[in-house]
């Protein structure tokens, strides 16, 4: 099992920036593949980032967001930058086996954890 606690979250103005943790708990995350998924009012689940031996972005953060990955402390970041009122949405990580199919498809991840609010001002 895995328990994942996501922090970070928080208020910001368009522009600024804010770095998300995930921390796991149980197995390391060196054994799984970690994403960042993110959810806004009135919208499904969208992929936002994930890591293995390298990383893939969605095209609306590309260049924007940076995910890291911290093995010795069991923890991934989202580094967050240029943000944008449209970033708003609560920002989930999530675990999935590292052959367990697309990384883009939230189903295909086995563990979550409970989401930080990012809300960004215009």
């Known amino acids: 099992q895995v328990q994942l606690v996501e922090s970070g979250g928080g208020l910001v103005q368009a522009g600024g920036s804010l770095r998300l943790s995930c921390a796991a708990s149980g197995r390391t995350f060196s054994s799984y593949a970690v994403g960042w998924f993110r959810q806004a009012p009135g919208k499904e689940r969208e992929f936002v980032a994930t890591?293995?031996?390298?990383?893939y972005y969605a095209d609306s953060v590309k260049g924007r967001f940076t995910m890291s990955r911290d093995n010795a402390k069991n923890t991934v970041y989202l580094q967050m930058n240029s943000l944008k009122p449209e970033d708003t949405a609560v920002y989930y990580c999530?675990?999935?086996?590292?052959?367990?199919?697309?990384?883009?498809?939230?189903?295909?991840?086995?563990?979550w954890g409970q989401g930080t609010q990012v809300t960004v001002s215009s």
């Open positions: 999530a675990a999935r086996g590292l052959n367990s199919g697309y990384y883009y498809r939230p189903e295909n991840y086995v563990y």
């Open positions: 890591i293995t031996s390298i990383t």
